[in-house]
């Protein structure tokens, strides 16, 4: 069976949960402004529960959250300074635990019709020099588009650590599985195949999606004779429709429980995942499910990843 990593999971809803000053349109870079040790904890937290890699809390460094006056004198300082945040929390953790630096969109979530390439491209490697010293390996998040995938993969293009390319898919059950642009899946895999990733993964989608998506990456690999590692990060929302205002109002969250996600889970991994973790409104108690059932497979998964 393949072995299994775990990532860690949600960190805006982390940080609201543990009390960090938390609102729109600031979102998770708000605790990293005015209470950075909030940050820490709940990085704290998530390795506690047993996650084997720990995101970079910078998804929230841009424009879209920071607006354009914060974003031009602090964003690259305030990406800077959670990689930092997560490089000393792994430290003192005294664990071997990987850190991811997120490349989050630069324009949006949800929202590939704001997206601009150009400045797509200013903001991404905006993000990728502020953090590039403290991370292991890249995580690309919430990828609503090709293009937006093909801009951040000429962004990771200089480096040489692992590249996950993590999408987020339109939350319909029983439908072709379609990034939220519209475009088919099983075409953003085969052009993610021109790229240096090392693998794809699914976030902030709804877990009913992913069975389906998991099964597309498959058979598009097949097809190619290719490998790449597959996994999944999903969320705890309601569906989220098209046209949704990412920094209107916040997402309604259901409540999926921890035996839930781990069903979900053990699904994702027979089929392929050899990385799990969650993503808004999955908590350290959903990665301790996660990590305390990675722990009784006979195969172990390894944080070295390549």
């Given at each position: ?137 890249w995580l690309a998040e919430t ?43 099983t075409d953003a895999v085969a ?115 390549d």
């Amino acid at each position: 069976m393949t072995a299994l990593t775990i990532l860690d999971g949600g960190m805006g809803r982390e940080l609201k949960r543990i009390g960090a000053p938390f609102s729109q349109p600031l979102w998770s870079a708000q605790a990293l402004i005015e209470s950075p040790q909030f940050v820490a904890q709940a990085h704290q937290h998530f390795i506690e529960a047993g996650a084997q890699i720990i995101t970079v809390n910078s998804y929230a460094c841009v424009p879209f959250h920071l607006g354009e006056e914060l974003y031009a004198k602090q964003g690259a300082k305030l990406a800077e300074k959670a990689a930092d945040i997560a490089r000393e929390v792994v430290t003192q953790s005294q664990q071997q635990v990987l850190v991811a630096g997120s490349i989050p969109p630069a324009l949006g979530s949800y929202r590939p019709d704001l997206f601009e390439a150009e400045r797509a491209y200013e903001i991404c490697s905006t993000l990728f020099n502020a953090q590039d010293k403290q991370v292991d390996i890249w995580l690309a998040e919430t990828i609503a588009s090709i293009a937006e995938a093909q801009v951040i993969a000429k962004v990771l293009a200089n480096t040489d650590k692992p590249c996950y390319f993590a999408y987020t898919l339109i939350d319909e059950v029983d439908q072709p599985i379609r990034l939220r642009s519209g475009e088919l899946l099983t075409d953003a895999v085969a052009a993610l195949l021109a790229t240096n990733a090392t693998g794809i993964l699914f976030n902030c989608s709804i877990p009913e999606v992913i069975e389906q998506a998991i099964k597309d990456v498959v058979q598009v690999l097949a097809q190619h004779n290719k490998t790449l590692a597959i996994g999944v990060f999903a969320n705890s929302f309601t569906p989220i429709k098209s046209g949704h205002q990412a920094n209107g109002t916040f997402q309604t969250l259901r409540h999926v429980s921890e035996d839930e996600y781990l069903e979900f889970a053990k699904c994702w991994h027979q089929l392929g995942a050899s990385i799990i973790g969650g993503c808004c409104g999955i908590y350290p108690s959903h990665i301790n499910a996660l990590a305390t059932w990675r722990d009784s497979l006979e195969e172990i998964g390894s944080p070295e990843l390549d």
